[in-house]
């Protein structure tokens, strides 16, 4: 039995882009928001550091524009930069409306600073910023009338009639049952794609979805080679490669290698709060140089009780994993965190597809170039998610029917052991190569050599995915899909550029 739900707006993805967006937009009509997980349960969700704005007298937009486009390396698209710039303040208040707490001091926002910023302009809610944003919006989102919210749901097909998008096809993981929900606006708000890569600072959730199943529509996708690595995620056996936030680096956090010295003095005129690619490649070439899978970050000079109270998350977390930060320097190493590219949209959040829209990470809006700049992540998710409402509004304007159900010839086969077992090790393969082959640094030849397993391993997924459709035969087809739009394009841009750094 399959079920047709029906919508004005389907909205994929319940991060900070999808649900800022559902909430305004619902004045305008239905709304449906599906999500693979918990509604919490996003990169927002884990988002520390902050957002970028200019609220400091002393700050101005012309220096946060020249800041972007300096790490971005000047190929960000520039109309798009100071629409995210100049519209960042509003978004910020809009926040404080929402209910959103900011970090303040005698009632001002207290601002901090990042890799990449020559201001304090990083608003922020001690060191969990993205929790508490979640949290402001979907206390607003659970009762609402116009709203309806399906949790463990995950969108893998986008359907199509006359040229156009009309919603999705959705697997139900606790019923195990697939649904089709038909909107006349279908949003694409899933996030990431660290996944797609062995050791990255990404939840579970972040398997590259969205541009995934755009792009099998004939989405138009760009910059995929541009993959950001964190400089510093935890570098502990076996642990996870848990954030520890840019801002500690901004609030003095000093980077040592192994004997205690410190070293991007040597790299960048910036030092420690040089823009990320650059940080960690000079992490890079530090740990290999001295032979060492981690180096320190130390932030003990600032003492006890300024650490507790301005990292506090951080502060637990490294605990639970025996580390307190006001007594030891912390093990770090670069991990994947964040995906530049993405389906290209307009600053309206329209794709080359009618009805189908897309902002948040899984965009590509332009406005990061080769590297983005420190909390303009959040902020572009505010951003152009709000400058949405508008277009998409009017797109349903002329939409005057619900669309119908279609039917489809998907089964649904919950894996057996030896089904889920390959499927584990495929995704496992995957994310080993693309770390060893397509990141950091690149060379050609290897690039070659996985983009030719990567298109055997599609051929040997189908089937599987043919055979009968669960969560992680989903997830392997799209991180499999993703890994290769990343390759082609690392292989198509020959120049070294940002986060895209090749040997050869
Ligand atoms: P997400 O928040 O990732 O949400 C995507 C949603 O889509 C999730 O709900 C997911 O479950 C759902 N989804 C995915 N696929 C499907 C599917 N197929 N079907 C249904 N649902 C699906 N940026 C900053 O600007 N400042 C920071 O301080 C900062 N800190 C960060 C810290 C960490 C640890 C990480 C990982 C990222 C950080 N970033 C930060 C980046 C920023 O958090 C993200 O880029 C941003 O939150 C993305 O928001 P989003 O709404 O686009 O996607
Ligand atoms: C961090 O807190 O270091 C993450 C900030 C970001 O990704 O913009």
Not at 275 to 296: G, L, W
Not at 334 to 342: K, L, Q, S
Not at 426 to 436: A, E, G, L
Request: charged letters at 25%.
């Amino acid at each position: 039995m399959y079920d047709n739900f029906q919508s004005d707006f389907l909205v994929i993805g319940s991060g900070i882009a999808g649900l800022n967006f559902a909430l305004q937009v619902s004045k305008y009509g239905t709304v449906a928001i599906v999500t693979k997980k918990e509604l919490m349960e996003s990169n927002s969700n884990y988002a520390q550091g902050g957002i970028a704005a200019v609220l400091d007298k002393h700050d101005s937009f012309k220096s946060h524009i020249k800041d972007t486009l300096t790490t971005g390396c000047f190929i960000n698209d520039k109309k798009a930069v100071e629409v995210l710039v100049k519209n960042a303040p509003k978004q910020i208040e809009h926040l404080i409306n929402v209910g959103v707490g900011f970090s303040r001091e005698n009632g001002k926002l207290c601002l901090t600073k990042e890799g990449g910023h020559s201001e304090r302009r990083i608003a922020y809610v001690n060191d969990a910023t993205g929790k508490e944003i979640e949290r402001a919006l979907l206390h607003q989102i659970r009762h609402h009338k116009n709203i309806s919210t399906f949790e463990s749901h995950i969108a893998f097909d986008l359907l199509i009639k006359n040229k156009k998008c009309i919603g999705a096809l959705v697997f139900d993981t606790e019923k195990n049952e697939i649904l089709q929900f038909s909107a006349k606006a279908t949003i694409i708000a899933t996030g990431g794609a660290g996944q797609v890569y062995s050791r990255n600072c990404n939840p579970k959730i972040a398997t590259g979805d969205g541009v995934a199943m755009a792009a099998s529509i004939g989405a138009k996708i760009r910059d995929m080679e541009f993959i950001q690595f964190h400089p510093t995620a935890l570098a502990l056996k076996n642990k996870p490669a848990f954030l520890i936030s840019e801002t500690v680096r901004g609030e003095d956090g000093i980077l040592k290698n192994k004997n205690g010295k410190e070293f991007m003095d040597k790299y960048h005129k910036l030092h420690n709060l040089a823009p990320r690619d650059i940080v960690s490649r000079a992490i890079f070439a530090e740990m290999k140089k001295n032979q060492t899978n981690h180096v320190f970050l130390d932030i003990r000079h600032k003492g006890s009780a300024y650490i507790k109270k301005r990292f506090p998350y951080i502060f637990e977390k490294l605990w639970w994993f025996g580390i307190k930060m006001d007594k030891n320097m912390i093990p770090v190493a670069p991990a994947v965190h964040y995906i530049c590219g993405g389906i290209h949209t307009d600053t309206n959040g329209e794709t080359n597809i009618p009805g189908l829209y897309a902002f948040g990470e899984v965009a590509h809006t332009g406005v990061h170039g080769a590297n983005r700049l420190a909390s303009n992540s959040l902020l572009e998710c505010l951003v152009f998610s709000d400058r949405a409402i508008r277009s998409v509004a009017k797109y349903i304007e002329n939409e005057l029917q619900l669309p119908t159900y279609t039917p489809h010839t998907h089964k649904v086969v919950k894996p057996t052991t030896v089904i889920f077992n390959q499927i584990k090790n495929k995704k496992r393969s995957i994310q080993k190569m693309m770390w060893n082959n397509v990141g950091i640094v690149r060379e050609e030849k290897k690039m070659k050599k996985t983009l030719k397993k990567l298109l055997n391993l599609e051929i040997e997924i189908e089937k599987i995915f043919n055979k009968g459709i669960s969560a992680p035969i989903i997830e392997l087809r799209n991180i499999n899909r993703v890994a290769i739009l990343i390759t082609k394009a690392a292989l198509e841009r020959k120049e070294s550029i940002g986060c895209h750094y090749r040997l050869s």
